[in-house]
């Protein structure tokens, strides 16, 4: 087994406590706890059914919608809103910088916006960022979307990361995957059949999606999502990188 010198992570629920980003530009337009709002999620999954669309292309044009509908334009500036204030799990930052200090390559992969994603704290801490992103018109106005992360796309972007680092694009025997839920299913069972690690990280012992991920056999390791100094997470992690805390 190679030494593990590049880890992959989803961001919501992975590295931050809440499975989907609050977007602070929709509380702006009055819908609180962002994309956690009952109403935007009931006016996605309403498009999807009348469009006949998949719910991550129903959640971005509900988006879009809603920021016009209050007056805002779609530019980076309303996007990035709240992304140097995002709430990490623990030990995350400390985590991240150990693992550059020791050579090892970081990257996010997240349905989430790839330009938010670059505005925050943790980004400098990162290899590449890999997130959805949109088109633009001559105003600088996002008028489409341009790349969907969905979750099979994710493992198109895997493919990517290990082209980057000379790899052969099925050759992930030097690379840990850590996501938290359903949507990571596709990515860590393309690095498990691989050859990689692939760790599951919870918020919560009795979550129903890292059970059925397991039961699927696409999970190597599973943990509390604790990335502080010594924690269970950590001493994994480290020695698969071969790092001595």
Same mark, same amino acid.
């Given at each position: 087994?190679? *030494?593990?010198?590049?880890?992959?992570?989803?961001?919501?629920?992975?590295?931050?406590?809440?499975?989907?980003?609050?977007?602070?530009?929709?509380?702006?337009?009055?819908?609180k706890?962002?994309?956690?709002?009952?109403?935007?999620?009931?006016?996605?999954?309403?498009?999807?059914?009348?469009?006949?669309?998949?719910?991550?292309?129903?959640?971005?044009?509900?988006?879009?919608?809603?920021?016009?509908?209050?007056?805002? /334009?779609?530019?980076?500036? @309303?996007?990035?809103?709240?992304?140097?204030? =995002?709430?990490?799990?623990?030990?995350?930052?400390?985590?991240?910088? /150990?693992?550059?200090?020791?050579?090892?390559?970081?990257?996010?992969?997240?349905?989430?916006?790839?330009?938010?994603?670059?505005?925050?704290? =943790?980004?400098?801490?990162?290899?590449?960022?890999?997130?959805? $992103?949109? $088109?633009? *018109?001559?105003?600088?106005?996002?008028?489409?979307?341009?790349?969907?992360?969905?979750?099979?796309?994710?493992? %198109?972007? +895997?493919? &990517? +990361?290990?082209? =980057?680092? @000379?790899?052969? %694009?099925e050759d992930? *025997? *030097?690379?840990?995957?850590?996501?938290?839920?359903?949507t990571?299913?596709y990515?860590?069972?393309?690095?498990?059949?691989?050859?990689?690690?692939? =760790?599951?990280?919870? &918020?919560?012992?009795?979550? /129903?999606?890292?059970?059925?991920? &397991?039961?699927?056999?696409?999970?190597s390791?599973?943990?509390?999502?604790?990335?502080?100094?010594?924690?269970?997470?950590?001493?994994?992690?480290? %020695?698969?990188?071969?790092? &001595?805390?």
């Amino acid at each position: 087994m190679k *030494n593990k010198k590049i880890i992959i992570y989803d961001f919501d629920g992975t590295l931050t406590p809440y499975a989907l980003p609050k977007f602070e530009i929709l509380e702006n337009c009055g819908l609180k706890d962002g994309a956690y709002n009952l109403k935007f999620l009931e006016r996605a999954n309403e498009m999807c059914k009348n469009e006949g669309i998949d719910l991550y292309t129903a959640l971005y044009k509900t988006y879009f919608s809603i920021i016009k509908e209050n007056g805002y /334009k779609l530019i980076d500036q @309303n996007f990035c809103l709240g992304a140097s204030s =995002i709430e990490y799990n623990l030990g995350v930052e400390s985590f991240l910088k /150990k693992l550059n200090t020791n050579g090892v390559k970081n990257y996010v992969l997240s349905s989430g916006i790839e330009v938010f994603l670059s505005k925050t704290k =943790i980004a400098p801490l990162l290899t590449g960022i890999y997130g959805t $992103t949109f $088109t633009y *018109n001559k105003h600088n106005e996002a008028d489409g979307i341009k790349f969907l992360m969905s979750d099979k796309n994710k493992v %198109e972007a +895997i493919k &990517q +990361i290990c082209k =980057i680092n @000379n790899n052969n %694009e099925e050759d992930c *025997n *030097n690379i840990i995957y850590i996501g938290d839920g359903l949507t990571d299913y596709y990515a860590m069972e393309y690095v498990k059949n691989h050859g990689g690690i692939t =760790i599951f990280v919870y &918020q919560n012992k009795d979550n /129903k999606e890292g059970l059925s991920l &397991q039961e699927k056999g696409v999970v190597s390791f599973s943990a509390f999502a604790d990335y502080s100094l010594n924690s269970e997470l950590d001493n994994y992690v480290s %020695e698969l990188c071969n790092i &001595q805390n």
